[in-house]
């Protein structure tokens, strides 16, 4: 069992950086799959970055490839999303979801993960 929370997320103009972090506890946070999601009003939730139980693989959306950096930190139960050159578009509630996994596979449809965060708004103004 995993038990996420996000924060970070805030009004900013568009061209800011915001960096996301979500909190795990519980013991399986380390040999979990970790992915962020967003979820703009009127549209369906959207994959925006995945990243391996260790860290050393990850993927992202097209739409934010290159300004968006996911990472973790294991021994502090956290992972984080730096997100650059913010533009309007990118407004959305952000989650965190988690899968406990070690095989290296990086999950990119919502039905794959198991565990989610509620999620922090992200507003950017043009």
């Known amino acids: 069992q995993v038990r996420l929370v996000e924060s970070g997320g805030r009004l900013v103009q568009a061209g800011a950086s915001l960096r996301l972090s979500c909190a795990a506890s519980?013991?399986?946070?380390?040999?979990?799959?970790m992915g962020w999601f967003r979820q703009a009003p009127g549209k369906e939730r959207e994959f925006v970055a995945g990243i391996t139980w260790s860290g050393d693989s990850t993927y992202y959306a097209e739409s934010v490839k290159v300004r968006f950096t996911i990472s973790r930190d294991n021994p502090k139960n956290t992972m984080y999303l730096q997100m650059n050159s913010l533009k309007p578009e990118d407004t959305a509630v952000y989650s965190c979801?988690?899968?406990?996994?070690?095989?290296?596979?990086?999950?990119?449809?919502?039905?794959?993960?198991?565990?989610w965060g509620p999620g922090t708004q992200v507003t950017v103004s043009s």
């Open positions: 519980g013991r399986t946070f380390g040999s979990s799959a």
């Open positions: 979801a988690a899968r406990t996994d070690t095989s290296g596979i990086i999950y990119g449809t919502a039905r794959d993960y198991h565990f």
